[in-house]
């Protein structure tokens, strides 16, 4: 059992829906939450970042995480093409001697 | 688009010899770190380098090294290439290196073992 588990997807939505990305966890060591976004043929971008437990909002993106369930969240509102990317979320802490462990990622679509 | 640049972009070795990929962070960053991402997988930690001292290490073998200097560059060699080298490597730069601290990641270089 991997670490850290993503539904690689692919998820494929209409423009403008709800959309939700998760991840699951087995090491309750964790303490620093992330979402990254990675376009086709570039580097991973950091879109939000929790430290320990609870809920952070930036504009469309919400990142939620529950560390009793070890399972994490990222809400995308009024999607749009220009979200249409792949989702990694990673993880890390005192159990993964401060590395990051990642996701598989999730690919996203959305359709215009 | 991130100060962060990875040359050569795409590279293709054949089993056995010997690859070096570059890295040029953004301008005051103390910190690098290089990820391989296989195809269809998260980026994996090989190492991190902070002030030309290596920092930490993921789990990959010695055939697996690096540097970096002074001018904000870095360096990433891999010996005796293996057919599973074949990925994206990603180097990624920051200010402290930790978790806490953003990373801020280049496009990648694209190497493909023959």
């Known amino acids: 059992q991997k670490e850290v588990e993503q539904d690689p997807g692919p998820l494929s939505v209409p423009e403008g829906a709800i959309v939700s990305l998760n991840c699951t966890y087995s090491n309750s060591a964790f303490q620093y939450f992330m979402w990254y976004r990675q376009y086709s043929r570039k580097g991973p971008e950091l879109l939000m970042y929790?430290?320990s437990s609870g809920n952070k909002e930036d504009g469309r993106f919400t990142a939620q995480v529950d560390k009793s369930s070890k399972y994490i969240s990222l809400f995308i509102r009024d999607s749009q093409p220009s979200d249409s990317a792949t989702y990694l979320c990673a993880m890390g802490g005192e159990g993964s001697n401060y590395q990051l462990i990642w996701g598989a990622g999730t690919k996203l679509i959305i359709k215009p | 688009e991130t100060g962060v640049t990875q040359s050569p972009t795409h590279l293709i070795k054949t089993r056995g010899q010997q690859v070096t990929l570059r890295c040029s962070s953004q301008?005051?960053?103390?910190?690098v770190s290089w990820y391989q991402q296989a195809l269809g997988q998260g980026p994996q930690f090989i190492f991190q380098?902070?002030?030309?001292?290596?920092?930490g290490r993921g789990n990959f073998p010695p055939r697996f090294s690096g540097l970096q200097f002074p001018n904000y560059s870095s360096e990433l060699n891999v010996n005796a290439l293996e057919l599973d080298d074949s990925a994206l490597y990603l180097c990624?730069?920051?200010?402290?290196?930790?978790?806490?601290?953003?990373?801020?990641f280049g496009p990648g270089t694209r190497l493909t073992v023959l």
């Open positions: 929790t430290y």
């Open positions: 380098y902070y002030r030309e001292e290596e920092n």
């Open positions: 301008s005051g960053h103390n910190t």
């Open positions: 990624a730069s920051s200010w402290t290196g930790g978790l806490g601290d953003t990373q801020y």
